[in-house]
């Protein structure tokens, strides 16, 4: 069973930063895609960005520019760098493996006040 923890989640005002965290429970080297999915409240969970094991990452539009995602294999992490927030970015965001089927982590929220 996989386990994925996120943290740094927190209440910031609109142009702030944040870094969101995942900590995997397994080694990811062999992991090819890990991500960060977000659901915002009465919408539906969306693709906020995801990365290879190669390096290759893919950003929704939305967030194109303003949030860079990284993973240090070695330490079993992944990150969301978020930058020049606003408040529509306001939700609940959950970090993603895909191994053998899909895990998640059990989110941590980011609140962006205008």
């Known amino acids: 069973q996989v386990q994925l923890v996120e943290s740094g989640g927190g209440l910031v005002q609109a142009g702030g930063s944040l870094r969101l965290s995942c900590a995997a429970s397994r080694n990811i080297f062999s992991i090819n895609v890990m991500g960060w999915y977000r659901q915002a409240p009465g919408k539906q969970r969306e693709l906020v960005a995801t990365i290879t094991s190669g390096g290759n990452t893919n950003y929704a539009d939305s967030v194109k520019g303003r949030f860079t995602i990284s993973r240090e294999n070695g330490k079993k992490m992944v990150y969301l760098q978020m930058n020049s927030l606003k408040p529509e970015d306001t939700a609940i965001y959950y970090c993603?493996?895909?191994?053998?089927?899909?895990?998640w982590g059990q989110g941590t929220q980011v609140t962006v006040s205008s």
């Open positions: 993603y493996m895909r191994f053998y089927g899909d895990y």
